[in-house]
């Protein structure tokens, strides 16, 4: 039976064990949809916060509605975005460095590396609890006003509890994607038959880039497209 404990631990060692027999994706795919229902619940809450804002304006039913919808944004982000979108950067990437072996082992390993991640999405899901409680809705003055609703979103996300909930989920995000980086690291290696400097070099490239980007994102004080986590 496979250790998670060497999994988080010892990545080179379970991706060892775990590369005899056929790929198999089901243990990953529970993995992922553990993820996407945490990032899920945090997108539903999340919109709770404009919910009040958009059910004056266009009605009570539509709160409810769009806490749906980012729910389902948010579930489904997490897999399309760190299940099946790394897992096709990190094989596409080790095609020139000579990778062998199918998509699915690819798909397989980063499922696993997802562990951390859904560890970040827990954390962060109870962070919001204390957080997001505490935020500042200020009602615009007239809800039939495009530009005084896009106004008063922008002072939600501009409130200093709000900076503070999203600075400290940024950096929960980064860390626990680097954890999940490092399993990757020996996930495509052994997924894909690479040397550890080519497998460093496919998981480091995409991963960097995403960092640089929720950077950016935080310093602009922008929304980030961060899949849920």
């Known amino acids: 039976?496979?250790?998670?404990?060497?999994?988080?631990?010892?990545?080179?060692?379970?991706?060892?064990?775990?590369?005899?027999?056929?790929p198999n994706l089901r243990v990953p795919a529970l993995i992922a949809l553990?993820?996407?229902?945490?990032?899920?619940?945090?997108?539903?809450?999340?919109?709770?916060?404009?919910?009040?804002?958009?059910?004056?304006?266009?009605?009570?039913g539509i709160g409810a509605f769009l806490g749906i919808i980012a729910g389902i944004s948010a579930f489904l982000g997490f897999l399309f975005i760190w299940w099946l979108v790394f897992a096709g950067v990190f094989f596409v990437i080790s095609i020139p460095m000579e990778g062998k072996g199918p998509f699915t082992r690819t798909l397989a390993n980063v499922g696993y590396g997802l562990v951390p991640m859904v560890i970040g999405s827990v954390l962060t899901l109870a962070l919001s609890f204390l957080y997001?409680?505490?935020?500042?809705v200020t009602m615009p003055r007239n809800l039939q006003d495009p530009a005084a609703l896009t106004q008063a979103m922008t002072g939600i996300m501009q409130d200093p509890i709000m900076r503070e909930f999203t600075m400290v989920s940024s950096a929960i995000s980064i860390l626990f994607l680097i954890w999940s980086a490092n399993i990757w690291i020996f996930g495509i290696r052994q997924a894909r038959e690479l040397t550890i400097r080519n497998?460093?070099?496919?998981?480091?490239?995409?991963?960097?880039?995403?960092?640089?980007?929720?950077a950016y994102t935080l310093i602009a004080g922008v929304p980030a497209v961060s899949g849920g986590i």
């Not at 039976?1 to 056929?22: C, K, Y």
């Not at 997001?132 to 500042?136: F, G, I």
């Open 34 to 60: 553990c993820g996407a229902v945490v990032s899920g619940i945090l997108g539903y809450l999340m919109s709770e916060i404009y919910a009040e804002m958009f059910s004056a304006a266009a009605g009570a």
């Open 1 to 22: 039976m496979m250790q998670f404990t060497d999994l988080l631990l010892h990545p080179e060692r379970f991706f060892a064990a775990a590369g005899a027999g056929e």
């Open 199 to 214: 497998a460093v070099i496919t998981v480091i490239l995409p991963v960097a880039v995403y960092v640089a980007y929720m």
């Open 132 to 136: 997001l409680p505490r935020v500042h």
